[in-house]
């Protein structure tokens, strides 16, 4: 069950940033593009959970998924703070 929720996760995030960057595409709105990168990084980060807890479980990438979370919240927060005009 817990793989079902790993993938949904990835699945989710991924559909996320897709939808979003395709608005980007159509609509050139910047918040869309920081958007859409952050939900990219956050399917990554996902991935990242994933391979951790089930496919390699005694192999430790903590540390890579949170510097992947943090990227992604970076470029988000980047997006809301300085690109918002």
């Not at 817990?2 to 979003?20: D, E, K, N």
């Amino acid at each position: 069950m817990a793989i079902l929720v790993y993938i949904t996760g990835v699945i989710v995030s991924l559909a996320c940033a897709v939808l979003l960057l395709r608005g980007y595409v159509r609509g050139h709105k910047n918040l869309l593009l920081w958007s859409g990168l952050c939900f990219l990084g956050l399917a990554v980060a996902n991935a990242l959970i994933f391979v951790d807890l089930v496919l390699v479980p005694e192999l430790n990438l903590y540390r890579y998924r949170l510097v992947a979370a943090l990227i992604a919240m970076c470029l988000l927060l980047y997006g809301l703070i300085w690109e918002n005009k």
